[in-house]
Nanobody, 115 residues
Framework: QVQLVESGGGLVQPGGSLRLSCVAS????????MAWYRHAPVKERELVAD???????NLADSVKGRFTISRDNAKNTVYLQMNSLKPEETAVYYC?????????WGQGTQVSVSS
């Protein structure tokens, strides 16, 4: 089993920045992909960014140039640096880990972008 714990959410003004962290623990294999998703009210959950254990990243077009995903394999931690945040990016942000045929989710952290 794998546990994911997110942190770093909160309230920020438009144009501001936040850094999310997600620590994974449990039965983690060397090769996996970690990701951030977000789910806003009345919208479908969407992939924000993901990163393989080898460091290959993928970002949604809407966040390219503003968000950065990174990871520390030694700490089993993935980060999401979010800059120039927009009000429409208010959502619950979820950490996700995929290894072999298994997918795991964190509880989510709320990000609110408002003046």
């Amino acid at each position: 089993q794998v546990q994911l714990v997110e942190s770093g959410g909160g309230l920020v003004q438009p144009g501001g920045s936040l850094r999310l962290s997600c620590v994974a623990s449990g039965n983690i294999f060397r090769f996996n992909t970690m990701a951030w998703y977000r789910h806003a009210p009345v919208k479908e959950r969407e992939l924000v960014a993901d990163i393989t254990s080898g460091g290959i990243t993928n970002l949604a077009d809407s966040v390219k140039g503003r968000f950065t995903i990174s990871r520390d394999n030694a700490k089993n931690t993935v980060y999401l640096q979010m800059n120039s945040l927009k009000p429409e990016e208010t959502a619950v942000y979820y950490c996700n880990l995929r290894q072999f045929a298994q997918t795991y989710w964190g509880q989510g952290t709320q990000v609110s972008v408002s003046s």
